[in-house]
């Protein structure tokens, strides 16, 4: 069963950075479009980037663009989002995801994988 684990959240001062990696397993990333979502308790689930199953496309949500860059290394089976200038509302819990979308040339609306998430909280 594929699957997918985050790591590298924690608790950091605004300013600083962080990089998230997403494993995954049982599955060839290469055929995958990523994206990586963030939740605040109360709040809906909000989309923060995507990469295209070909790699050729990277969008991302306002608010980080700019401070945020994902990446994917499909020979380390592993997608990272590598996060500069944190703010407090970047504070939250993070997810990945993935849809088997080879040659994809545009992030999807909908994801089939979801990793359980890593909490990163940005405060003083």
């Known amino acids: 069963q594929p699957h997918l684990v985050e790591s590298g959240g924690g608790l950091v001062q605004p300013g600083g950075s962080l990089t998230l990696s997403c494993v995954a397993s049982?599955?060839?990333?290469?055929?995958?479009?990523i994206g990586w979502f963030r939740q605040v308790p109360g709040k809906e689930r909000e989309g923060v980037s995507c990469?295209?199953?070909?790699?050729?496309?990277?969008n991302y949500t306002d608010s980080v663009k700019g401070r945020f860059t994902i990446t994917r290394d499909n020979d380390k089976s592993t997608a990272y989002l590598k996060m500069h200038n944190l703010k407090p509302e970047d504070t939250g819990v993070y997810y990945c995801?993935?849809?088997?979308?080879?040659?994809?040339?545009?992030?999807?609306?909908?994801?089939?994988?979801w990793g359980p998430g890593t909490q990163i909280t940005v405060s003083s």
């Open positions: 990469i295209s199953g070909d790699g050729g496309t990277t």
């Open positions: 995801a993935a849809l088997l979308h080879p040659g994809g040339r545009t992030c999807p609306p909908e994801y089939q994988y």
């Open positions: 049982e599955m060839t990333l290469d055929y995958y479009a």
